[in-house]
């Protein structure tokens, strides 16, 4: 029988890989617990105030594996306040490494499952959801797993502001199709694109990852997808 957690997109999957350098296991103890976000306590009705600056929109990035794409929003956008979620421990050190290097205000950060923080977030709090390279998950029987399902795609219309964006990265066509089709009837979304180049190349200002250039490398085609909360 599935369990809630699956119908809902859950993540599965292993939390930790090689071992973390002593700096960087010294950033889950001073650093962490400035940045991560407390799902105990109720979200603030205005997500700005998550952030030690001003920030006039706040948007996340779910799985954000080596934290390039992130790291780089966030310099790039310093009145917009972002938050990072995985679950997995060395995604987390990268991404803790890089807020501290760059000395960035503007990054909270969630170490757990995405669907939990974004049941925790206020309707409408949200301008752009960012999900690049997800696990594609590819053997059917484990389809459930991934993360793209309609009711996870409700929740995120839920948090979307209308206007707000969805944003999709694989290298997986079939994970590409399969988030077509999922998209296609979620009543509150619209997809942008116009002409094939929408899809085939990266939006303006796109930050490339390390898993992006090895499938490059390795013969796979990326498929860039933006999908518009009505």
Partial sequence: METAQHRKGAFFGR?????????????FDTLLPRLALDLDAPAPTDLATLFPNFVEAVRIEIGFGGAEHMIAEAERSPRTGFIGSDPFVNAMAKALAGIDARGLAN??????????????????????????????????????????????????????????????VTDWPDYAAWTLKHLAHARHFEWTAERADDWRQPWPGFTGTRYEAKAKREGRVPCYLIFRRR
Avoid: C
């Fill in 15 to 27: 939390r930790k890989g090689h071992v973390l350098k002593p700096q960087q296991a010294a950033l």
């Fill in 107 to 168: 990054i909270r950060l969630h170490f757990g499952d995405a669907i939990f923080l974004i049941d925790w977030l206020p309707a409408g709090s949200i301008a752009r959801l960012d999900l690049i390279y997800p696990d594609p998950w590819p053997k059917r029987r484990h389809w459930k797993r991934r993360f793209v399902q309609d009711a996870t795609l409700a929740e995120i219309a839920r948090i979307l502001r209308p206007g707000g964006e969805f944003r999709f």
